[in-house]
């Protein structure tokens, strides 16, 4: 049976100063699913190298990788979510998360509003107004 997440998308940004297997290990323990990455190769203003990379999953690995993000999240950032959760969904029902990127590399989890790790809930069904809080609630904190 399919699940109620159809799809996840992670997205960063890795700068020239970064090291990129770090941030992709970092990635990929926080989803605990083994993906393969699309990279694309972009030039900064002052000739720099920059690479945008992307995650795509769907079905059971993206079940599973929201499962894992939900249980790697500290108390006060659900807690954070629980009240502006309605903040964080669009018109379509898609829950959009910001991760700071040094603190997940570290081994945290934290918000992050600059550079950050950019996660993309998109759920199966369309949710009606409203909905969408009671829906992302029972998935990330267990309904509470």
């Not at 109620?4 to 989803?31: F, G, M, N």
């Not at 500290?74 to 990127?101: F, G, I, N, T």
């Amino acid at each position: 049976m399919k699940g109620p997440i159809q799809s996840i998308e992670v997205s960063y940004i890795v700068h020239a100063t970064e090291d990129s297997q770090t941030l992709a290990k970092a990635v990929s323990t926080l989803l605990s699913v083994d993906a393969l990455a699309e990279e694309e190769q972009m030039e900064g203003h002052f000739g720099n190298a920059i690479t945008r990379v992307r995650y795509h999953l769907t079905g059971e690995d993206a079940a599973a990788a929201l499962g894992s993000i939900a249980a790697q999240l500290p108390a006060l950032m659900k807690e954070r979510l629980k009240r502006e959760m309605v903040e964080l969904v669009d018109e379509h029902s898609v829950l959009y998360l910001r991760l700071d990127k040094q603190c997940l590399v570290v081994g945290t989890l934290e918000e992050g509003t600059s550079d950050p790790v950019r996660i993309r809930v998109k759920p199966r069904v369309f949710l009606p107004r409203g909905g969408a809080k009671e829906f992302y609630s029972k998935i990330l904190f267990g309904g509470n």
